[in-house]
């Protein structure tokens, strides 16, 4: 059988096992994922809108491209390899978006836009990013992986301090629903948490109008200082800072991540979506461990479910743009946060435990896992990618035999 059909029939299982793979779980997957990556670094497009000057009109068309984008992407990526591959767009490229942006005219970023998604789609084509990722030892994915999460698990009790009664509520109601063995305690307590807020009053969407976001196409140009001053960057934190962690995400729940054609449909759909003011898609790191983990599915087969529902709800809540945006920036913090860390407890335990559980990679490991849960920013790269190869390095000199 060639590779095409390979592809087809394992779409074509993908849609007769849909049903079975559309849960509670995965329904609620999907809803943490979306909440999570709305409430997080969506905010930072508003920062650069504002520094760049952009129109209202502007900014919605920006943030149709990334939601839009990033929905069909995970969508359509996770029924075609029948994993839950969770896309995203760029926070790092965001975070220096917010800096840099208003140096450029719109029409040179968008050039820019375009360059880095065929740049990484050429990296994809050449297969030399999937030869990397698999040098990786388990365990010190694992262990950044538990780095990455660390922090989602410390923001549950850290939102203690800002909405205690949500925060509390809601651990108990999983606490007893977990008990009583109950398959979807998350989704329980997701439900307990929008009721307290609502009921405390503590929801503000004075400033959300139903408004559908209408595409405004900027014709791209091109200049070299522009490609390299922020081509660059942008180029290598899409492929340091989030799709390796993003691969490290999948390895670490068992799953083979299609390193090759994910970098080759991320970087397409970047540069298609470039005009629209689309800046960049990739892997996503942090909210991947809520498609990919257990408590998405029991059955890892069926586990794609989750990246089928964050999909659907990327695209068709993203048709509304700012309307969206404004309605989640309405939720309090610390409802999402106790979210986050509740739906990820599980696995970053199940990521120590992995990541330990062999004598000889614990030190590696330990290595990977405090310099991720650093949050140190070295070359203007993420601490996950450090964590790598900080792991990486000394893996392959504790276990370097001479001859």
């Known amino acids: 059988m060639t590779t095409v ?3 087809t029939s394992r779409l074509q299982q993908s849609l007769r096992e849909l049903p079975k793979a559309l849960t509670t779980s995965t329904w609620t997957a999907g809803l943490l994922i979306l909440l999570v990556g709305f409430t997080g670094s969506l905010v930072l497009v508003f920062q650069a809108a504002e520094n760049a000057s952009l129109s209202p009109a502007e900014l919605s068309s920006w943030v149709l491209a990334i ?3 990033s929905g069909l992407l995970t969508l359509g990526l996770s029924l075609w390899y029948k994993q839950p591959v969770i896309c995203a767009w760029s926070t790092p490229g965001l975070a220096l978006l917010v800096s840099s942006l208003r140096d450029y005219k719109l029409s040179d970023a968008v050039g820019v836009f375009l360059v880095v998604g065929l740049a990484i789609a050429f990296v994809g084509f050449t297969g030399l990013f999937d030869k990397a990722m698999r040098l990786i030892p388990q365990p010190v994915a694992m262990a950044v992986l538990a780095g990455v999460l660390f922090k989602f698990g410390l923001g549950l009790f850290a939102s203690l301090q800002t ?3 949500i925060v509390l ?3 108990a109601v999983f606490l007893i629903f977990k008990r009583l063995n109950w398959k979807t305690p998350m989704a329980l307590a997701l439900v307990a948490g929008f009721v307290a807020t609502f009921a405390l009053g503590q929801v503000d969407l004075s400033g959300a109008r139903l408004k559908l976001a209408k595409p405004i196409f900027i014709m791209p140009t091109f200049h070299l200082s522009a490609i390299i001053s922020l081509g660059a960057p942008l180029f290598m934190l899409a492929l340091a800072s989030q799709n390796a962690p993003g691969f490290v995400v999948m390895k670490s729940f068992g799953y083979t991540p299609p390193a ?3 970098l080759i449909a991320t970087g397409l759909m970047s540069a298609l979506f470039a005009p629209l003011f689309g800046h960049g898609f990739t892997l996503a790191a942090l909210t991947a461990a809520l498609g990919n ?3 998405a599915h ?3 087969q069926l586990r794609y479910g989750a990246g089928v529902t964050s999909g659907l709800f990327k695209t068709l809540l993203g048709l509304f743009g700012t309307t969206v945006v404004a309605f989640f920036a309405g939720l309090p913090k610390a409802l999402i946060a106790a979210m986050a860390g509740l739906a990820l407890l599980g696995t970053i335990q199940g990521c120590l435990v992995g990541a ?4 000889k990679d614990r030190e590696a490991a330990m290595f990977a896992l405090l310099l991720t849960a650093s949050d140190v920013q070295l070359l203007g790269v993420g601490s996950a990618f450090w964590g790598l190869v900080a792991g990486f390095i000394v893996s392959k000199v504790l276990t370097w035999r001479k001859a």
Request: without cysteine.
């Open 5 to 7: 059909e390979e592809a």
């Open 67 to 69: 939601t839009v984008g």
């Open 163 to 165: 909405a205690p009664v």
């Open 169 to 171: 509520v809601m651990i």
């Open 260 to 262: 090759n054609g994910s």
């Open 293 to 295: 983990s257990p408590e």
């Open 298 to 300: 029991a059955d890892p």
């Open 356 to 359: 330990f559980s062999e004598a």
